[in-house]
């Protein structure tokens, strides 16, 4: 079948179902499924491609029909300036959480041998990102999941970065190892009473140990700031992202636990995202 009418097909099929990236989402599942570039696709409309690659699309296009984000349908998720190894073990990055890396970049401008700590590090999309950017840091992260360590492990390694890194798979409530000048994290922060409402896209694919912050939104971050008052050198920063309507609740939480607040940074919406603050 030629790749013209494989798209279009697909493309019905996803634009039928409401899908609003239809013609994005058949281009890139195309290109996975007969493991060609998407600059290929577009040139070579013509090309003919095997049964067995169309009912690969098929497959990958029926998923995507029920739901399945494309990114775990690659198995790949751009962010900062790097390509990540994603699947369903992990949250997928998402571009808000860049902040986190930016904030870092700024606070320590001159390069400076720092090491931080990376709380619930996921797919390692920000420690290793911030790793690229700052070659004299060094970094620990913890994570509760398995699954997220083995992905973890994949991305550090992928992107070269394991020789200045320490992964390691732990509640952070149980965890006590070192001091550190830094400590970062993207916490499950949504109430879980809310989870319900969040796209199915979302709820039906990502790991609920990711999204899921207990009754209050702030269970994990309770935590977590806790921790962080006992692994935090005095004078660290602590950086963590926050849901919109967390600011004051999680202000209240630093000062209680010695932290002073520096400031709140906003989001591309204009939403409260992001919190920095240091230990006193
Ligand atoms: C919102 S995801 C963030 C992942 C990644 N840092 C990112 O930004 O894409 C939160 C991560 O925290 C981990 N996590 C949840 N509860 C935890 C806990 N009690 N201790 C350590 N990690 C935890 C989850 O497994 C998940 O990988």
Do not use: H
């Amino acid at each position: 079948m030629e790749i013209e009418i494989a798209f279009k097909n697909a493309y019905q099929k996803l634009k039928n179902n409401k899908i609003k990236s239809a013609s994005i989402d058949s281009e890139i599942l195309l290109s996975k499924a007969i493991n060609k570039s998407r600059e290929f696709i577009i040139l070579n409309s013509k090309y003919n491609i095997s049964n067995d690659e169309y009912v690969r699309y098929e497959e990958m296009i029926n998923q995507r029909l029920r739901g399945k984000p494309i990114s775990y349908l690659t198995g790949k998720k751009f962010f900062w300036k790097y390509e990540f190894f994603i699947n369903e073990d992990v949250l997928i990055p998402r571009p808000d959480s860049e902040i986190i890396i930016e904030e870092v970049l700024r606070i320590y401008k001159k390069k400076k041998k720092i090491n931080f700590l990376d709380i619930g590090f996921g797919s390692g999309s920000i420690l290793i990102s911030i790793l690229k950017e700052r070659n004299d840091f060094r970094a620990t992260g913890i994570d509760i999941s398995s699954g997220a360590l083995k992905v973890c492990k994949i991305n550090v390694n992928k992107l070269c970065v394991s020789n200045r890194v320490k992964l390691i798979k732990s509640d952070i409530d149980k965890f006590f190892i070192g001091k550190y000048d830094l400590i970062i994290s993207n916490p499950p922060y949504i109430k879980k009473l809310d989870l319900k409402y969040l796209d199915k896209d979302i709820i039906n694919f990502e790991p609920e140990i990711a999204l899921n912050g207990g009754l209050d939104g702030i269970s994990e971050i309770r935590k977590i700031i806790k921790k962080s008052s006992e692994l935090i050198k005095n004078g660290g920063k602590l950086i963590l992202e926050i849901a919109y309507n967390q600011k004051k609740e999680v202000k209240k939480l630093l000062k209680n636990n010695s932290f002073y607040v520096n400031s709140v940074v906003k989001d591309l919406a204009n939403n409260d995202r992001c919190i920095i603050s240091t230990k006193i």
